[in-house]
T-cell receptor, first 113, second 111 residues
Framework: EAGVTQSPTHLIKTRGQQVTLRCSPISGHTSVYWYQQALGLGLQFLLWYDEGEERNRGNFPPRFSGRQFPNYSSELNVNALELEDSALYLC????????????FGPGTRLTVT | KQEVTQIPAALSVPEGENLVLNCSFTDSAIYNLQWFRQDPGKGLTSLLL?????REQTSGRLNASLDKSSGRSTLYIAASQPGDSATYLC??????????FGAGTRLTVKP
């Protein structure tokens, strides 16, 4: 069974640009979670989507947004990139909106210059 | 608000030693607790998951315990090897799916 996949693996953007990160959950999983791991700040919860709807949001500004598609894959969009957005972005998936174990993808490393 | 603390922040041991990593959390109403390994610049590798109704889990040289009432978990690594060098993260998942991570313990095992 394929695990959670994320693309791209790495990318470099310039301050002020916009970026889109992608995540494909494990087959059969309907919930997708996004986390940010910035240097020195630890893993922080960003967003949770289930059945195409945003279920919860972490303490991040509105320029962080996302969506979930009918096939349960998800995108994370970050507008007006700032240097401090440089981080490893991790996606996780779980079976549904009830409480289930989360399975993590390999992450996307974003560098903002 | 759940807070997860890991002690120590860093640990360096000679190869072959047994070691214990500690994790504490402030809210005992948890769904599960999970230990992860993270190599530099990489994603998370799940090591052990303990459901709230369980007391411990074992996998190979790893053993994790959970004491919900005291808000503590320990990860025991037996006969450490240089390949065990990594950052170990403890994460607590609440019943509303909120998942909180500790800052991690950076382990170095010297040959």
């Amino acid at each position: 069974e394929a695990g959670v996949t994320q693309s791209p693996t790495h990318l470099i953007k310039t301050r002020g640009q916009q970026v889109t990160l992608r995540c494909s959950p494990i087959s059969g999983h309907t919930s997708v979670y996004w986390y940010q791991q910035a240097l020195g700040l630890g893993l922080q919860f960003l967003l949770w989507y289930d059945e195409g709807e945003e279920r919860n949001r972490g303490n991040f500004p509105p320029r962080f947004s996302g969506r979930q598609f009918p096939n349960y894959s998800s995108e994370l969009n970050v507008n007006a990139l700032e240097l401090e957005d440089s981080a490893l972005y991790l996606c996780a998936s779980s079976l549904g909106s009830s409480t289930y174990e989360q399975y993590f993808g390999p992450g996307t490393r974003l560098t903002v210059t | 608000k759940q807070e997860v603390t890991q002690i120590p922040a860093a640990l360096s041991v000679p190869e072959g030693e047994n070691l214990v990593l500690n994790c504490s959390f402030t809210d005992s109403a948890i769904y599960n607790l999970q230990w992860f390994r993270q190599d530099p610049g990489k994603g998370l590798t799940s090591l052990l998951l303990i459901q709230s109704s369980q007391r411990e889990q074992t996998s190979g040289r790893l053993n994790a315990s959970l004491d919900k009432s005291s808000g503590r978990s320990t990860l025991y690594i037996a006969a450490s090897q240089p390949g065990d060098s990594a950052t170990y993260l403890c994460a607590v998942q609440a019943w509303n799916n909120d998942m909180r991570f500790g800052a991690g313990t950076r382990l170095t095992v010297k040959p």
